[in-house]
């Protein structure tokens, strides 16, 4: 599992967005701006204004985390496609931490590589991807629908592998954006 945070446009479009709802302007000064997002956005609840704060993230996880993160439908992805590019020979799984499952995904990956060699479509061949397949794809979720998914994926209740990801995105938020998500908290 790799996550890094590609993109971040950070707070200046929140505080021109607070400004504009009020009419009154952005603020230059970071403390005053960051007390206003505060009060606006997150105490009273004026939460649409922080959807202008925007991240983009590359992922590199299993099929599992894909289809689990999808559900989060107020967020833009892009996949790689294993219709394109998985006769390319980086095919590879996610170990589960089982060893009997785990020796189970291997022989999948002898099977599949034997398919790719044989010159089996890569489109017939995807379809013998296993769930714990390594996909690579990037995320955008402005900071409301990432303050959302942070809240439900890191929960003791989210399957590891995505409470997992989600950790990792959360820590790769910047330092001075990180009081945007006191109030998400990590059950663990």
């Known amino acids: 599992m790799q996550v890094k945070l590609l993109h971040c446009n950070g707070l200046d479009y929140v505080d021109s967005a607070i400004g504009m709802c009020y009419d009154k302007g952005c603020y230059i000064d970071s403390d005053k701006r960051d007390k206003r997002i505060t009060k606006v956005a997150l105490k009273h609840k004026h939460s649409s204004t922080i959807e202008f704060c925007n991240f983009i993230f590359e992922i590199e996880a299993s099929t599992k985390v894909l289809l689990e993160m999808t559900r989060h439908r107020m967020a833009n992805y892009a996949a790689k496609s294993t ?66 998914f942070l809240e439900l ?29 006191n109030g998400v908290q990590n059950d663990d």
């Open 153 to 181: 994926r890191r929960a003791k209740s989210a399957h590891f592998q995505i409470r997992e990801v989600a950790e990792a995105m959360y820590q790769l938020v910047p330092d001075d954006l990180k009081y945007l998500f």
């Open 83 to 148: 219709r394109y590019t998985l006769n390319k020979g980086d095919i590879s799984f996610e170990s589960t931490g089982n060893e009997l499952v785990d020796r189970t995904i291997h022989s999948y990956l002898k099977q599949v590589e034997g398919f790719v060699k044989a010159g089996v479509s890569n489109e017939i061949t995807s379809l013998m991807l296993p769930q714990a397949y390594t996909y690579k794809w990037q995320v955008q979720f402005n900071a409301r629908s990432l303050m959302n």
